[in-house]
């Protein structure tokens, strides 16, 4: 027996426990399955050492699983022997009880013959609650589940018998698919009425409501009982007995007329009726205010005159890739400039799970990780490559963040492929209360820390940003200078699990000789006998060796471009007072053997 929560669940055994101690009937018709169970006097401790002249019984009486008892041979009614039972027909039967919203797989029971027997009718009690039933997403989780999970009950090649009591909340929900021979025609239904046809003379029943309303129940039912012939006139029922005798009804009819007085036309028609006049919407459905209060006024693509970075932000799935375009000032405020999916939906609405296009269409014989790469590296390329308006400038994306938080190898593959400095490693993190809060961090060598916000000092090119929630701005400039955001909701240390994705190195703060003259005169002598590298040197200083360079080559090409004098040591090797002079020895050494000098005195060589 299933029910639509764990909650009803429970009870559902309850009337049966019931039945089974109670009912004298029950007992003279079934002894052999009713007197052992009658026998544990409703406890559950004594049924593992129920048995009979020491054959155990093998019952079981819980709040949620009942196993009826192996009682053989002589043990058995003489009827049952009579007809040939050596075993008693109910041996080992069970009924057990869960809910939809539970775990329903694995539902078997082991025999004391070592014999597996599974679930061969199931019986459905409501299957749906009332926020399941608005819900539909969660009623086309409910119908998967049904159709796989509980009709797979019996086992691989086996059938199975399901029987379902229902009611009709919503227009569209699980109970109103189910009773449409169209959507559902494996299932053989039939929606069922309180009434099937009104009386004809609207005007007693009229009548008849307003000296209810005015005079109360018990002259109403004088007025019916005294004109009862006139007002059944043409009115049908499903259930002629059906009327609270007690409360002074004599018939269903008038029962369900005053039913639909106290629920209302729409409340009659969804509970007794199973014709809702409500409609099942979209879990997401925004309001017409909600929708007018977000929007900007700015046309899609256009960057306000305020703004000055450019980011965007690109969210991993299997089968999507959501992407958005934000413009941001320097207080933080931001506009979004565009938003969509790889690959477009073309519809205006819709869910990841029922996506019509998906990466592995788009990128087909790839597997799902080869969809996604093929399709993180396609919206990567185009808009790094991208430009957008703004005035009568055009603006570049500053940074780019791709969540890494599920397949961090795959997008850390694609900022070394075509992401470039650009690109960024992000990742959300949940901070729970038992965590130690921001304001108690500690700054560490290296780190920068600002109002709210810190970032370490990582190679190559992996930072962190963190920002608790309710802190109104961290400057733009930031932003853009991170490598890797890692986004907290009140930040503590959240590298532990986000460096080891992206391979890294350490640089500290540099410190400053105490003859600076000496030390670059070691340092190039360090370099020119290779001794140490740039990298090496760099790092002392606290910097990226390829940043350092790639800076100089841009300040020599603007130099050259702008036709200015281009510093000394950027423009010349050192000069010969620079460098020692060689000794007479040596000199003569390295003679070649023809030189000869000029009429100038110059040396030349062949």
């Not at 600002?450 to 940003?465: F, I, K, M, R, S």
């Not at 410190?511 to 760099?538: F, M, V």
Request: hydrophobic content about 35%; aromatic content about 6%.
């Amino acid at each position: 027996m299933i029910a639509g929560s764990q909650a009803n669940a429970r009870e559902l055994l309850r009337p049966t426990r019931t039945f089974i101690l109670e009912e004298p009937l029950l007992l003279e018709d079934f002894p052999e399955a009713i007197y052992p169970l009658r026998g544990l006097e409703n406890s559950s401790k004594r049924q593992l050492q129920q048995h009979i002249q020491g054959r155990l019984t093998h019952v079981h009486w819980g709040q949620d699983k009942m196993v009826f008892p192996s009682i053989e041979g002589e043990h058995l009614p003489r009827a049952l022997r009579e007809d040939g039972f050596e075993v008693s027909p109910s041996a080992g039967s069970i009924i057990s009880t869960t809910s939809l919203d539970s775990n329903l797989r694995g539902q078997q029971h082991t025999r004391p013959d070592r014999s597996i027997i599974r679930p061969s009718l199931v019986l459905l009690d409501d299957p749906q609650t009332r926020e399941s039933a608005m819900s539909a997403d969660q009623t086309r989780k409910r119908l998967n589940l049904i159709h796989g999970d509980v009709m797979g009950l019996a086992g691989p090649g086996e059938s199975i018998s399901a029987l379902m009591t229902c009611t009709v909340m919503y227009e569209g929900d699980l109970a109103d698919t189910l009773l449409d021979r169209e959507k559902s025609p494996e299932w053989e239904s039939e929606r069922t009425k309180l009434i099937y046809a009104w009386p004809v003379d609207t005007k007693s029943w009229d009548q008849y409501a307003e000296i209810r309303r005015t005079k109360g129940r018990e002259a109403a039912n004088a007025y019916y009982a005294a004109h009862r012939e006139v007002m059944d006139r043409g009115a049908s029922v499903g259930w002629p007995d059906r009327f609270d005798a007690k409360a002074g009804e004599i018939s269903a009819i008038q029962h369900a007329f005053n039913l639909r007085l106290k629920t209302g036309p729409d409340g009659f028609a969804t509970e007794y009726q199973n014709e809702p006049t409500l409609v099942q919407t979209a879990d997401s459905m925004l309001s017409v205010d909600q929708v007018v209060a977000k929007v900007s006024g700015h046309k899609r693509g256009e960057i306000p005159a305020a703004c000055t970075k450019l980011t965007m932000f690109v969210d991993v799935h299997d089968s999507l890739l959501y992407y958005m375009v934000c413009a941001w000032a320097e207080d933080f405020s931001g506009q979004i400039v565009e938003y969509g999916t790889l690959p477009q939906q073309n519809r205006s609405f819709f869910t990841r799970n029922d996506s019509l296009h998906t990466l592995g269409q788009l990128f087909p014989g790839r597997g799902v990780e080869g969809a996604i790469h093929a399709g993180l590296e396609k919206v990567v390329t185009e808009y790094l490559a991208k430009e957008w308006s703004r005035g009568g400038a055009l603006m570049r994306l500053d940074r780019l963040l791709v969540d890494s938080g599920y397949k961090p190898g795959i997008v850390a593959d694609v900022k070394r492929r075509c992401g470039g400095a650009v690109m960024m490693l992000s990742k959300g993190v949940g901070i729970r209360a038992t965590r130690r809060p921001f304001a108690a961090y500690t700054k560490r060598p290296g780190e920068t820390i600002g109002d709210h916000w810190y970032v370490p000092n990582v190679y190559p090119e992996l930072a962190a940003l963190k920002r608790p929630s309710g802190v109104a701005h961290a400057s733009a400039s930031a932003l853009a200078n991170a490598s890797v955001v890692v986004n907290v909701s009140a930040g503590v240390d959240v590298l532990e699990g986000v460096i080891p994705a992206v391979p890294h190195q350490w640089f500290w703060d540099g410190r400053e000789h105490i003859d600076p003259g000496k030390e670059a005169s070691a340092q190039a002598t360090r370099l020119a006998n290779n001794t140490t590298t740039l990298a090496t040197e760099y790092a002392k200083q606290g910097k990226d060796w390829e940043t350092e360079l790639r800076q100089r080559a841009r300040e020599v090409a603007l130099c050259r471009e702008l036709g200015l004098t281009l510093p000394l040591a950027l423009s010349a090797p050192p000069s010969p007072s620079q460098q020692p002079a060689p000794t007479p020895d040596d000199d003569d050494a390295d003679k070649p053997e023809n030189e000869e000098k000029d009429e100038n005195g110059s040396k030349q060589s062949e």
